[in-house]
């Protein structure tokens, strides 16, 4: 069965500073796919990175990048510099080639930037 | 510019009436997918669909139908809405040649 888990609700950072978001996943598919998603205060989902499983390099993608660690189902985002405008909800979804490709969603973790 | 828009963008609903949310998609991907947020759960998918005249239940369809008319269209049927029904619903995008889903702004549901 697929899970996605984030266990951190909320978090925060002071402009400038790395901030790093934590996703742990359960699957038993070789080949799958791990997204970063942004929900706006709007409720806009926004596509950050992904990383796929047959690649061992760690994604970049501008200021977000992840740390994957497969051995462990883990991955984390890492958003560098971070502005009072990446504040939002960050939700990490797993995507193996079942049901169309589809995506599972952890619960997300609602982060706030200070100016 | 919007490749995924959502009809209506907010419902109210009287329990026992019919619910139906549309989404239209000019990315001209194979796949659409229906998922609904609620506070605690992240999305979770709902109904799916390959193709014009396909559909495929999801992970929670109970209470749902759906409809894939065209390549383009994709809607969301409540026969019978419940007030636990009352969510936010995403529609989405997607295609194996591609790797994001492409979501829709989504529709406020509220059933009273």
């Known amino acids: 069965a697929q899970r996605v888990t984030q266990v951190q609700p909320t978090g925060s950072s002071q402009w400038g500073e790395e901030v790093t978001l934590d996703c742990s996943y359960e699957t038993s598919e070789y080949f799958y796919r791990i997204f970063w998603y942004r929900q706006l205060f709007s409720g806009e989902m926004v596509f950050l990175i992904y990383q796929p499983s047959f690649d061992t390099q760690n994604q970049r993608s501008g200021r977000y990048s992840v740390v994957f660690q497969k051995s462990f189902k883990s991955i984390s985002l890492v958003i560098s510099a971070s502005q009072p405008e990446d504040s939002g909800t960050y939700f990490c979804a797993l995507s193996e080639l079942i049901m169309g490709y589809k995506l599972t969603f952890g619960t997300g973790t609602s982060l706030l930037v200070d100016p | 510019e919007a490749a995924v828009t959502q009809s209506p963008r907010n419902k109210v609903a009287v329990t026992g009436g019919k619910v139906t949310l549309s989404c239209n998609q000019t990315n001209n991907h194979n796949n659409m997918y229906w998922y609904r947020q609620d506070t605690g759960h992240g999305l979770r998918l709902i109904h799916y669909?390959?193709?014009?005249?396909?559909?495929e239940k999801g992970d929670i369809p109970d209470g749902y139908k759906a409809s894939r008319p065209s390549q383009e269209n994709f809607s969301l049927i409540l026969e019978l809405a419940t007030p636990s029904q009352t969510s936010v619903y995403f529609c989405?995008?997607?295609?194996?040649?591609?790797?994001?889903?492409?979501f829709g702004p989504g529709t406020r549901l509220t059933v009273l």
């Open positions: 989405a995008s997607g295609d194996a040649n591609y790797a994001e889903q492409f």
């Open positions: 669909s390959y193709g014009a005249g396909s559909t």
